[in-house]
């Protein structure tokens, strides 16, 4: 057994230790003494890439076998010679420095339960993404629920993959994004029900990103360690024409966006609700809206989500919620002709999307015509809108150019609301309706469609997040 301990600021460190020939398997087992996150990556003396795994204070380990490695590990031939662990701590650049003491030990040939779920590789030892992406799980076409945003305990989750494998069928969700920080499941679950896809959390004191059907998984040995430096690398995991690129509960303190240099036509997705059981999710959901407005009266037609951010088990609570923090909620429906990766990253990519709590949204636009994120050629638009939940009352929400111009109860009886012609575009906001004066939380949001004739879709006023920011502040908007 090999052991390292030492404390590690904002900053990184390698890790020697020899693995013997008669080395049948290898254990890397880590905790940080305080509460803190520390990312441990493990090569091999191939210089293979054999597992990556965000340590906490309580014990997580790395098992790698030749087969059915354990969770967040690679299998393959386990080479004797010198391999290393790289740790980061990548906290301290812009929020509160947090040194982590750490405490690591390196054991061979112990014993490994393997998982009885069935698992499909995705990562290789050069972090390179292996997925089917045009595989087809259902052949229809039509809007297709999941969860772009949530965790495991690969990361900062609660849930072990088994257990979140089984609370995302249970939940009855179509397709599922494991988005863990700075980190790519390297073994996804395969399942009759379920299209589970590669993702990862670009997590920095700038903002965190997900990029959702990467090409590569995220490999820090060559990068500046900055913040800039991270999320540029994230960034460049993306395949033009093929992976989304989305930004994180934008408005939420202290886990905001603030990188001002990221240039909005890369962005293909904003998550205007986050975790709605967290206590100031409400408040940050009103601030995206007003950023997204001011996106699209800028021109750039980026599609708004939802994403549970979900890291806990059923029965838990964040603090102050009566109702779980449960992956699926809220839910984004993406419209596909086929579930398969290229039809769900595509949707995305295009704004054919819609997101919802639990009302039981159901529309139309312009009798089927229409679906968000069209071109919609400036025509007049009739939307039909209903909802399947009667226990609350629900209120859509009409906004043109980013102005309320209608708010309209909504029921099971299928209701018309009718935009004239003029609008730049048209989204519908669903809410929670508490009373009669009172506007209500956001339950769920229909993606606009819009009128392509306007060349502001082609010549975008702002370019970057900083000059957005700007805008936003300035008198003149």
């Known amino acids: 057994m090999t052991q390292f301990q030492g404390e590690l600021p904002f900053g990184r460190v390698r890790l020697h230790f020899d693995v013997p020939a008669d080395a049948s398997s290898v254990s890397i087992t880590g905790t940080t003494v305080t509460k803190g996150f520390l990312y441990a990556a493990a090569y091999d003396a191939n210089g293979d890439f054999r597992g990556k795994v965000l340590f906490e204070k309580a014990h997580k380990s790395l098992d790698i076998q030749p087969h059915h490695s354990g969770l967040g590990a690679l299998d393959g031939t386990i080479t004797s010679g010198e391999w290393y662990l790289e740790l980061y701590n990548l906290e301290g650049e812009f929020r509160t420095e947090r040194a982590m003491q750490y405490h690591v030990e390196v054991s061979f040939n112990q014993p490994h339960t393997a998982s009885e779920l069935e698992l499909v590789n995705t990562v290789t030892g050069r972090h390179e993404i292996e997925f089917d992406y045009s595989a087809v799980l259902n052949r229809d076409s039509r809007w297709y629920r999941g969860d772009l945003h949530a965790h495991t305990q690969l990361s900062d989750g609660h849930n072990t993959l088994e257990a979140a494998t089984s609370i995302v069928e249970s939940q009855g969700l179509d397709f599922f994004f494991f988005t863990e920080h700075n980190i790519s499941q390297p073994k996804l679950p395969v399942s009759q029900q379920c299209l589970f896809l590669p993702g990862v959390e670009i997590t920095t004191d700038l903002g965190h990103f997900n990029v959702h059907g990467g090409v590569k998984s995220l490999d820090l040995r060559e990068v500046e360690h900055s913040s800039q430096a991270t999320i540029e690398a994230g960034l460049a995991l993306a395949k033009a024409n093929h992976t989304s690129i989305g930004i994180n509960h934008p408005m939420m303190k202290p886990w905001h966006w603030h990188y001002d240099k990221i240039e909005l036509s890369r962005v293909s997705t904003f998550e205007v609700c986050c975790d709605p059981t967290w206590s100031t999710s409400p408040k940050a959901a009103e601030q995206a809206l007003i950023v997204l407005n001011e996106m699209w009266n800028c021109g750039h037609r980026i599609t708004a ?139 769920g949001c229909i993606n606009a469609v819009f009128d392509g004739n306007q060349s502001i879709f082609n010549t975008p006023l702002v370019n970057t997040w900083g000059e957005l920011m700007e805008r936003l502040d300035s008198d003149e908007v």
């Open 305 to 443: 989500i939802g994403g549970s951010d979900s890291h806990l088990e059923p029965h838990e609570r964040n603090p102050k919620a009566d109702e779980p923090s449960i992956y699926g909620d809220p839910s984004t429906f993406v419209f596909s002709h086929g579930l398969s990766g290229e039809g769900i990253l595509a949707g995305l990519r295009h704004g054919h999307v819609y997101f919802e709590r639990r009302c039981g949204l159901q529309f139309n636009i312009n009798h089927g015509q229409l679906i968000p994120g069209q071109d919609s050629k400036g025509q007049a638009l009739d939307y039909t809108l209903s909802v399947a939940d009667t226990t609350r009352h629900y209120l859509a929400e009409v906004v043109v150019d980013g102005e309320v111009t209608a708010r309209i109860p909504l029921s099971k009886a299928p209701t018309h609301v009718q935009v004239a012609q003029g609008y730049t575009w048209c989204r519908i906001d669903i809410r929670r309706q508490q009373n009669e004066q009172a506007r209500g939380e956001l339950e």
